[in-house]
């Protein structure tokens, strides 16, 4: 019986003793080309069951740009494209991470403490990122340019989060869209998310792009609306916030961003006003109580022409720039323990409006009383509701 053959590979670190014959051993039908093979297929098997161990990506200046508390699996090529896969899940980020491999394809960040999406922060990555993970998280805000030239996206989740509301545009760059996830999020399905459903079935999309889980992408508001699928809901009788505008200060326009329809006196318009995280509410007798929200920081830039309309004063009519004028709005306070609210003396009394009871109304605007019995100015009846020239179903 011949006796088995034992082979063995000396590395550079091997030495020979000093007088030491060295042998050459040979094992009976194992060329040096089977060895080559079988260290190949050995390798290419690790690779296909995941088990290759990653490398850091390297950017184009040459330096490593896997980000702290990431892990970037980037295999090399000729075996594999160069396409990195970024896990930053359970890494307790606030913010996305600045620095990315060039050539990432896969992005997870779900499970961290992301707020918000800054515009471009992903632009290094836009154009080969091909999967975005961001379920749970804390995102409460994106951006109109979050996905900014993101043309390779095919999956985009967003599912999970505290989202309220999509600026109209915000997928109009993610041409290769097939997969959008926003269920478990508790959304607002007023006037400003009515062009989702529209989007989602227009003739440039329809069939290729995917509302994952829809019957968990449900309305949390308004209380009419409220568990109705995003994609059943009926957006016709909606109040569109972008029609009112209102003055902080001399020079500061500010239009709203958000309407509560259920909110009927100025403590619930508060209340309604720091969940959406926004400043500023107004909630005028005048308009039925209707209940307004927004931010401060002047005229948008889709609506240039109201960007002058507080800079001499309060506007002495009702419609100015195609919207309505609504009273002084009051800052939203984080409390809702105290009694009585009022818009404080800043946003109730500028220096520059008229002093209810004092001074003669504008032409044309009867004056009024509030609930209170406090005098204030009065206008006409809002516009009925489904007729704003700003909510109709967007053009496909």
Same mark, same amino acid.
């Given at each position: 019986?011949?006796?088995?053959?034992?082979?063995?590979?000396?590395?550079?670190?091997?030495?020979?003793?000093?007088?030491?014959?060295?042998?050459?051993?040979?094992?009976?039908?194992?060329?040096?080309?089977?060895?080559?093979?079988?260290?190949?297929?050995?390798?290419?098997?690790?690779?296909?069951?995941?088990?290759?161990?990653?490398?850091?990506?390297?950017?184009?200046?040459?330096?490593?740009?896997?980000?702290?508390?990431?892990?970037?699996?980037?295999?090399?090529?000729?075996?594999?494209?160069?396409?990195?896969?970024?896990?930053?899940?359970?890494?307790?980020?606030?913010?996305?991470?600045?620095?990315?491999?060039?050539?990432?394809?896969?992005?997870?960040?779900?499970?961290?403490?992301?707020?918000?999406?800054?515009?471009?922060?992903?632009?290094?990555?836009?154009?080969?990122?091909?999967?975005?993970?961001?379920?749970?998280?804390?995102?409460?805000?994106?951006?109109?340019?979050?996905?900014?030239?993101?043309?390779?996206?095919?999956?985009?989740?967003?599912?999970?989060?505290?989202?309220?509301?999509?600026?109209?545009?915000?997928?109009?760059?993610?041409?290769?869209?097939?997969?959008?996830?926003?269920?478990?999020?508790?959304?607002?399905?007023?006037?400003?998310?009515?062009?989702?459903?529209?989007?989602?079935?227009?003739?440039?999309?329809?069939?290729?792009?995917?509302?994952?889980?829809?019957?968990?992408?449900?309305?949390?508001?308004?209380?009419?609306? &409220?568990?109705?699928?995003? =994609?059943?809901?009926?957006? #016709?009788? *909606? +109040? @569109?916030?972008?029609?009112? /505008? $209102?003055?902080?200060?001399?020079?500061?326009?500010?239009?709203?961003?958000?309407?509560?329809?259920?909110?009927?006196?100025?403590?619930?318009?508060?209340?309604?006003?720091?969940?959406?995280?926004?400043?500023?509410?107004?909630?005028?007798?005048?308009?039925?109580?209707?209940?307004?929200?927004?931010?401060?920081?002047?005229?948008?830039?889709?609506?240039?022409?109201? &960007?002058?309309?507080?800079? =001499?004063?309060?506007?002495? #009519?009702? *419609? +100015? @720039?195609?919207?309505?004028? /609504? $009273?002084?709005?009051?800052?939203?306070?984080?409390?809702?323990?105290?009694?009585?609210?009022?818009?404080?003396?800043?946003?109730?009394?500028?220096?520059?409006?008229?002093?209810?009871?004092?001074?003669?109304?504008?032409?044309?605007?009867?004056?009024?009383?509030?609930?209170?019995?406090?005098?204030?100015?009065?206008?006409?009846?809002?516009?009925?509701?489904?007729?704003?020239?700003?909510?109709?179903?967007?053009?496909?």
């Amino acid at each position: 019986m011949r006796a088995a053959c034992h082979c063995e590979v000396m590395t550079g670190q091997q030495q020979q003793q000093p007088g030491q014959q060295q042998q050459q051993h040979s094992c009976p039908g194992t060329a040096p080309g089977t060895l080559l093979l079988l260290l190949l297929l050995m390798m290419m098997t690790l690779m296909m069951v995941g088990m290759a161990p990653p490398v850091a990506a390297v950017g184009s200046t040459g330096s490593l740009s896997c980000p702290v508390a990431c892990t970037c699996r980037c295999p090399l090529p000729p075996l594999l494209p160069a396409e990195c896969s970024v896990n930053c899940t359970l890494g307790e980020l606030q913010r996305l991470p600045p620095l990315l491999p060039d050539n990432t394809s896969s992005l997870d960040l779900s499970h961290n403490n992301i707020q918000e999406l800054e515009e471009d922060v992903l632009s290094r990555v836009a154009h080969s990122l091909s999967v975005l993970n961001l379920t749970d998280n804390k995102i409460f805000r994106l951006g109109v340019h979050a996905f900014r030239d993101m043309t390779s996206l095919l999956v985009l989740d967003l599912s999970d989060n505290q989202i309220g509301t999509l600026p109209n545009g915000v997928f109009d760059n993610l041409t290769s869209l097939a997969v959008l996830d926003v269920s478990g999020n508790p959304l607002d399905c007023g006037c400003e998310l009515a062009w989702l459903p529209w989007w989602l079935v227009a003739p440039a999309r329809a069939g290729r792009v995917v509302l994952a889980r829809p019957l968990r992408s449900l309305c949390a508001l308004p209380d009419r609306l &409220a568990h109705t699928p995003v =994609t059943a809901a009926n957006f #016709s009788s *909606a +109040v @569109c916030a972008a029609d009112y /505008v $209102a003055c902080l200060r001399p020079a500061s326009t500010l239009i709203f961003s958000a309407v509560d329809e259920d909110a009927h006196d100025e403590l619930g318009c508060n209340a309604a006003c720091a969940r959406r995280r926004l400043a500023y509410f107004s909630s005028d007798p005048a308009l039925n109580f209707l209940c307004l929200c927004g931010d401060a920081g002047g005229s948008p830039p889709a609506a240039p022409d109201c &960007a002058a309309v507080c800079s =001499t004063g309060y506007p002495a #009519s009702r *419609a +100015v @720039c195609g919207r309505v004028v /609504v $009273a002084p709005p009051a800052p939203v306070r984080s409390g809702a323990s105290f009694r009585g609210l009022r818009p404080s003396a800043s946003s109730r009394r500028p220096s520059f409006a008229p002093r209810p009871g004092t001074t003669p109304a504008p032409a044309g605007a009867p004056a009024g009383t509030s609930a209170t019995g406090r005098r204030r100015w009065t206008w006409p009846a809002a516009p009925p509701r489904g007729t704003s020239s700003r909510c109709p179903a967007p053009t496909p």
